[in-house]
């Protein structure tokens, strides 16, 4: 029963650390790639940034990582928050050149990585074996509550460039949110970082899986730059979109907790509407397209769930600390690659969209090709 009522505590505290968490996060995030464009930086200024911020990580997750094995994981979210609060005060000193960009994808990157390697040790600590899928539902209404919150009030503080008021609000919150994760207990097992060799023990079915599930991520980073050239050049409705689209994954997951209590997994057909409704953004050029980013909310909801069910059931092969280092680095890997090519060789932001659609359906295609000979 105590250990029951420990779980629970443990639960608790950490939704309370992700909303707050994901709420500050939230209010720079959902706006970095317009807030770069309309200082006046070049798309491929911007899309270099992604591309530093994400091959700088691969390092860094695995030192944050080694840190892991000798102190605790809240440390290292600490680290990840200060440097979160030194970003945020870079940017309001926005300066076109190339040095600016690498100084501020190195700074994401601290902060991105020491947030991510410490939250997801963490839940995967928090959520148990059975019935993860209905916890993390738990775990997602928080999450996207606060985005719907932080994309209205982000627009609103950054629409009146008050990026100092921004600054002072996250940074209070932020460690404020720090108290609930400082009560989570766990098991303290420092496990011995050994990235290669448990490589070998993972899935590399899954690992691509995860690969070309973090493309999502490159495609919301580009979609505010393609509202505000063809659509409309304002914070308010790129917060209203994200609002829109969170409100609906809130919605259909009530309606969808019933389909992930089975064993079903709809990553395939989930993959495949996400590539639809992102050929959907691009075909409307007006105020339709609040439609279609509500019905994106719904798909978003059915894949991140499913990416989610293929995570918790790999940890059955794979210590908490190893999984999910070897997500960041799949994940960063991923990302990088696709970023560098959209660098190379292509301009206009509509056609980087289309290109990381098309790395999504080959890679989706392997996916296939590997599940159907492990089937056999």
């Known amino acids: 029963m105590k250990k029951h009522k420990s779980s629970n505590n443990n639960f608790i505290n950490f939704n309370i650390f992700s909303f707050l968490s994901t709420f500050v996060r939230s209010l720079i995030e959902i706006f970095i790639s317009l807030y770069l464009f309309k200082k006046g930086f070049s798309i491929k ?3 270099l940034f992604y591309f530093i911020a994400n091959l700088l990580a691969i390092p860094i997750a695995y030192i944050y990582a080694k840190i892991g094995e000798k102190t605790k994981y809240s440390y290292i979210m600490m680290f990840g928050y200060i440097s979160f609060i030194v970003l945020q005060i870079i940017l309001r000193h926005a300066v076109i050149s190339n040095y600016y960009i690498l100084l501020i994808a190195f700074m994401y990157s601290l902060y991105r990585r020491g947030y991510w390697v410490s939250r997801r ?3 995967t ?3 148990p074996d059975k019935k993860s899928s ?13 985005k719907i919150l932080s994309g209205y009030v982000g627009s609103l503080l950054l629409g009146s460039a008050s990026m100092l008021t921004m600054i002072i609000i996250s940074s209070i919150i932020l460690f404020i949110s720090l108290i609930p994760l400082s009560k989570i207990t766990y098991e303290s097992k420092h496990q011995k970082i050994e990235l290669f060799k448990k490589l070998k023990k993972s899935s590399f079915k899954n690992l691509l899986a995860f690969s070309f599930f973090e493309l999502d991520d490159l495609m919301a980073y580009l979609f505010p730059i393609y509202i505000a050239i063809y659509i409309n050049t304002t914070y308010t409705l790129a917060g209203n979109l994200n609002a829109l689209n969170n409100v609906a994954i809130i919605i259909f997951s009530i309606i969808y907790a019933k389909i992930i209590n089975e064993k079903r997994n709809y990553f395939v057909l989930s993959t495949l509407l996400v ?3 992102a050929l959907l953004k691009l075909s409307v050029t007006n105020y339709l397209i609040l439609i279609v980013y509500f019905i994106d909310g719904i798909i978003l909801m059915i894949h991140n769930q499913s990416i989610n069910k293929i995570y918790f059931e790999e940890r059955n092969n794979i210590d908490p600390a190893h999984q999910n280092l070897i997500y960041q680095v799949v ?3 991923s990302r990088s690659f696709v970023a560098l090519f959209l660098l190379l060789f292509i301009k206009d932001v509509k056609s980087m969209i289309l290109v990381v659609n098309l790395f999504i359906l080959i890679m989706l295609s392997v996916y296939l090709i590997l599940d159907g000979k492990r089937k056999e």
């Open 45 to 47: 200024s911007i899309v």
């Open 121 to 123: 040790f963490y839940i």
């Open 125 to 127: 600590n928090v959520i």
């Open 134 to 146: 209905c916890r993390f539902l738990f775990v997602i209404f928080g999450g996207q509550g606060a």
């Open 275 to 277: 590539i639809i409704s």
């Open 331 to 333: 994940e960063c890997i």
